[in-house]
């Protein structure tokens, strides 16, 4: 009987647990995730605002919106989240944009522990689902105030500055300066050790001896931004690994990125990923934002964004194989069709795309190579687009998984698009066997 429950386990999409509770924490052994030793693969999505509605309802949350969609994660065959762990800011502008709120830092020192208590909530709900969640620390862009608010807080940005919208050399400029701050990145580390310290005060455990939390990340997206802060970029990421390692001997890391579009060139990118603390390293692909079609010429470009989307991730699993350490595809995204928000708009190229993406994962699993998971951007389940005046998230709007400065609706993948539901289940089968 022993035998029969172990195997049955094997064959679990993301890891061998029960159904109902997890036995032990993601683990990385060379370019596997591993939990009890046996390797898992998993498909996740981002769901950076999970945080937020685990707030009491009276104090902001939604919490049965939030059982809904795990529940209607778990049953797609989707077992991991990317979350934020909270808000840097003031509930003022940076870079023209009201970044997310309620902040989960309000200034320096200063915190709104009812987030928190929401990250409670939500782990206790992930670990009874079996599920896992990665969860990020700040950010390198405004929308969740980050770097930025930080570089405001130690008056290396005024509020008139921060609060305009920058072009993308003086974004470049300003963000670059984090690196060499000091005073921004103790109030950064300070803000770091509080999480590590937490104990969930509905499960009893400290957050370093949660198994819920599948790793840590340092930041969404952390980029150099101009070739000269590089050195001082490598030296702060090496500084907060050995931070996080040394408080939290339970938990995998990573540091968030892009790639190699985000750290320069791909010598950064392996670079950065060697070191001893960071246990798998992220790509994000992002075809919109880097220019690889053009709207007018979409349907003509398409298959030309498949190829350089499959050249991107193998160009880094090749990297990640010679460095023998996972591989996670974390972010990516595509429009819904004709660039619509609207929820009953088609995916179909989307969905197409996905399917590209999906492949790469099944494929790498079948020949033991280095793409252990993938979390599609991003999730908004039963969430709703305001009839706003413009696209764009206002206050009393459903929290969706296009962050406040994108149109709401824009990546969104719905719990009413079949079509991708039915790709994903799809895919999460083939896990299994």
């Known amino acids: 009987m022993y035998n ?8 679990i999409t993301f890891c061998c647990n029960s159904v109902n509770a997890q036995s032990g924490f993601v683990r990385q052994q060379q370019n596997n995730f591993v939990i009890n030793n046996t390797p898992c693969y998993f498909i996740g999505t981002n769901m950076w ?25 778990k049953k797609q065959g989707v077992t991991n989240i990317r979350v934020l762990v909270g808000a840097q800011g003031e509930d003022k502008l940076v870079n023209g944009v009201q970044p997310v709120h309620p902040a989960l830092q309000t200034a320096t020192g200063k915190y709104n522990t009812d987030i928190l208590d929401g990250m409670d909530f939500l782990l206790q709900q992930l670990a009874s689902r079996n599920m896992y969640g990665v969860f990020y620390f700040s950010n390198n862009w405004e929308w969740s105030g980050g770097f930025l608010q930080y570089l405001n807080w130690h008056k290396k940005i005024d509020d008139a ?22 005073d921004c990145k103790n109030d950064y580390w300070a803000f770091v050790k509080m999480i ?17 939390i599948m790793a840590w990340e340092i930041a969404n997206e952390p980029r150099p931004m101009r070739p000269a802060a590089i050195d001082a970029y490598k030296l ?14 339970n938990h995998l890391l990573t540091l968030g990125t892009e790639g190699y579009m985000g750290t320069e060139n791909m010598q950064v990118f392996e670079q950065i990923h060697a070191d001893k603390n960071i ?20 349907k003509n470009d398409f298959q030309s ?11 880094h699993e090749a990297v990640m194989m010679k460095i023998n350490k996972p591989l996670v595809v974390e972010e990516f995204g595509m ?8 929820v009953n708009s088609t995916v179909e190229y989307r969905d197409k795309y996905y399917e590209s993406v999906l492949q790469s994962l099944v494929v790498s699993k079948t020949s033991g190579s280095a793409i252990a998971g993938i979390n599609f951007w991003t999730f908004s389940g039963f969430g709703k687009p305001a009839k706003n005046e413009t696209p764009f998230w206002k206050e009393g709007d459903d929290l969706l998984g296009d962050p406040p400065m994108e149109e709401q609706g824009l990546n969104s993948v719905f719990s009413s698009d079949t079509s991708t539901w039915a790709l994903i289940n799809k895919y999460a089968e083939l896990l299994k066997k």
């Open 305 to 315: 964004v498949i190829k350089k989307t499959s050249d991107y991730i193998k160009e």
């Open 335 to 342: 429009p819904r069709d004709n660039f619509s928000f609207a």
């Open 4 to 11: 029969l429950v172990k195997i049955a386990c094997f064959f």
């Open 161 to 182: 500055t921060l609060a305009k919208k920058f072009t993308w050399d003086e974004q470049q400029d300003l963000t670059s300066n984090f690196y060499s701050c000091d």
């Open 236 to 249: 702060f990421l090496q500084q907060t690994g050995l931070l996080i390692k040394t408080a939290d001997k």
């Open 49 to 73: 605002y999970a945080n937020l509605l685990a707030l009491p309802d009276g104090k902001g949350g939604n919490r049965s919106r939030l059982l809904k969609e795990l529940d209607f994660l």
């Open 196 to 212: 590590l310290k937490r104990t969930n005060k509905l499960t009893g455990k400290k957050y370093i001896n949660e198994p819920a």
């Open 279 to 298: 246990d798998y390293a992220t790509i994000h692909i992002w075809p919109k934002n880097w220019g690889w079609y053009k709207d007018s010429t979409f």
